[in-house]
């Protein structure tokens, strides 16, 4: 029987989704509570892999079992054994050719990013920031040089594992809410660092060190060295994952609550 879920958490205190010896991963630590609610071994599968201090609101993932519980169980039960910085959303019995990640058509990633000349303090682990004022007219422009299908070595971890560099962007835009920025991707899939290499570079023209048009010679220059700098990891979530129709799979729709 194949189990799909769907999954929240905090990542401020995880090493990033994947298990990890001697750390504390997003992974392992559901591996365990869903096999204690299957009285056996569990190993789950995501959909798209987080890293460190990186959050989900939308994480879908997936395992093997043979033990038989109504979807209840396998969200309260779950839920019972689980950090207060994890938790089950949902829970659906799948077919076993639906996978997590390989059956996924697209994955939305949010980046939250404070504009102000103080850092924040309570929502600092949830929030990037930068204190110096961003032209937001000109990072408009600058994000829509990323949409389609686009080479992104130039906002590619050099340790990322992707066998391409070449994904499709379907969305990029950002919103103002005051002194928060919302950055919005969405693609068919995302290398090792990519979102935040993205908004790093996307910041950097907000600030008046580089123009609109150095996106598009980034994009055209395909070097990593060219760009900015990573960008910090606090304000990152994954936040939902689409699947075709007839998975019947529940999409996200929310967003952070906590400082908003």
Not at 69 to 79: D, E, I, L, M
Request: with cysteine; hydrophobic share 40%.
């Amino acid at each position: 029987m194949r189990i799909a879920l769907g999954v929240e958490y905090d990542g401020s205190r995880f090493c990033g989704w994947q298990k990890q010896p001697q750390l504390r991963s997003v992974q392992e630590t559901l591996n365990k509570a869903v096999s204690c609610i299957a009285g056996e071994e569990v190993n789950t599968v995501c959909a798209g892999r987080t890293d460190a201090e990186v959050h989900a609101l939308g994480q879908v993932i997936h395992f093997d079992t043979n033990a038989v519980r109504p979807n209840q169980a396998w969200v309260r039960g779950v839920n019972s054994s689980l950090p207060q910085d994890v938790c089950v959303l949902w829970a659906k019995e799948v077919d076993k050719e639906f996978h997590a990640r390989f059956s996924a058509l697209s994955r939305t990633y949010h980046y939250w990013l404070y504009s102000h000349p103080i850092r924040p303090a309570l929502a600092y682990p949830y929030l990037g920031w930068t204190h110096t004022p961003l032209n937001l007219s000109v990072m408009e422009e600058a994000i829509g040089y990323l949409l389609g299908e686009q080479d992104f070595s130039a906002f590619r971890s050099s340790e990322c594992q992707a066998k391409s560099p070449i994904k499709t962007m379907y969305d990029a835009h950002l919103i103002s809410q005051g002194a928060l920025i919302q950055f919005v991707f969405r693609a068919n899939a995302f290398l090792h660092h990519m979102v935040r290499n993205l908004v790093g570079a996307l910041v950097s023209v907000g600030q008046g060190r580089e123009s609109a048009q150095w996106i598009k010679y980034l994009l055209e220059q395909k070097d990593r060295t060219l760009a900015a700098p990573t960008f910090a990891p606090h304000g990152l979530y994954l936040n939902k994952i689409e699947y075709s129709e007839g998975w019947q799979i529940p999409v996200n729709s929310g967003r952070p609550h906590f400082f908003i």
